[in-house]
């Protein structure tokens, strides 16, 4: 089993940054990647960037240039470094692992508020 929990979301006016971290505990065996997803009000959960256990990166068009996904092995965590924040970047953000097989496992999310 993984837990994860995510922190660092909260207010922040546009243009502004935050920076999300999630602690990952339990067994770490065979993650092959840690994502960061986001569920806006009324819309579906989306894809926001993936980070592959070499190391690789992976951004959504929405927020690539933008944001920074980022992991501390030692730490056990995965950090989303948000920067020129939009008002439709307004959103819980969730972090995900995935390991090799498929298996997902999800944090219960943080909130992030972007205000005009």
């Known amino acids: 089993q993984v837990q994860l929990v995510e922190s660092g979301g909260g207010w922040v006016q546009a243009g502004g940054s935050l920076r999300l971290s999630c602690a990952v505990s339990g067994s770490i065996f065979g993650i092959n990647f840690m994502n960061w997803y986001r569920q806006p009000p009324g819309k579906q959960r989306e894809w926001v960037a993936s980070i592959t256990s070499g190391g690789s990166t992976n951004y959504g068009d929405s927020v690539k240039g933008r944001f920074t996904i980022s992991r501390d092995i030692v730490r056990r965590a995965v950090y989303l470094q948000m920067n020129s924040l939009k008002p439709e970047d307004t959103a819980v953000y969730y972090c995900?692992?995935?390991?090799?097989?498929?298996?997902?496992?999800w944090g219960k999310g943080t909130l992030v508020t972007v205000s005009s």
């Open positions: 995900s692992v995935q390991r090799i097989g498929g298996e997902n496992y």
